[in-house]
């Protein structure tokens, strides 16, 4: 089912369905609230290094409601976020989460294309990287299907007891493999 999705950059008055979406989400939840709204907040002040992204899709009405009840609320609602970093010549693709009741109707895939056509706007950026927790099968086909490809594994030893695997798409075609090995 193909949505009716607007994607635009966060703003404060996003953080509560933000925080619904972390704590409802397999991959992060309550452990990860604070130390995600300062990165939120970090790039709401230096833009210049990252950029929060919303999905709103159109409320459904409360059956319950009246007319002007219905009118009166806000007609659309915060389903997704992301958070990109830009370091050096790369845009980094930091949190992706979707609501589990949206995921896999498109919205991660609008995401991509808001990073991809932002970097392509910006000669400075040349890649954009992903990272996957090898836990999390459904990331790495996804940044696959989007076009990433691998180009990093790292082994975690500090009781993590899990690996990440680093992907990169490039922006501009003719790149050389050095751009791939930028550290993160």
Known sequence: MVLDVEIREYTDNDWES?????????????????????????????PENGRTYVALVPKEPLENENIEQKESQEQKKVVAYMV??????????????????????????KFV???????????????????????NL????????????????????????HSTIHYVFHLREGKEESDILISA
């Open 18 to 46: 933000i925080k619904l979406l972390i704590l409802e989400s397999k991959y992060y939840g309550p452990s990860v609230l604070k130390s995600e709204k300062k990165r939120i907040e970090f790039y709401e002040e230096v």
């Open 84 to 109: 990109t970093n830009f370091f050096g010549r790369a845009i980094f693709l930091l949190s992706v989460v979707v609501a589990k009741e949206y995921q896999q109707r498109g919205i991660g895939k």
């Open 113 to 135: 294309q808001v990073a991809k056509d932002f970097g392509e706007a910006d000669p400075q950026y040349n890649i954009l990287r992903g990272f996957a927790d090898d836990r």
């Open 138 to 161: 459904g990331i790495h086909t996804f940044l696959l299907k989007q076009g990433f490809k691998t180009c990093g594994y790292i082994n975690h030893d500090l009781n993590f007891n």
